[in-house]
């Protein structure tokens, strides 16, 4: 799919923006374990990952309460 020039000059400003990236490296093995899972839960590996970083923070914030 083809997107006009300006959608991607508009993506790339918010990205710049809007986004921090976060360079994350692990071992082929334990990639190929979290592909699985996030396919297991019908997911992205990306939207896994935040999820579970999300429920961490979510836990982890409930207990200081």
Known sequence: MDYPESKVKYNLEYAKRSLKRIPLDVQKEKYEE???AADRAGETVNGY????????MQRENAEIV
């Open 49 to 56: 990952i935040k999820k579970a970083i999300e429920e961490r």
């Open 34 to 36: 979290i592909k699985a």
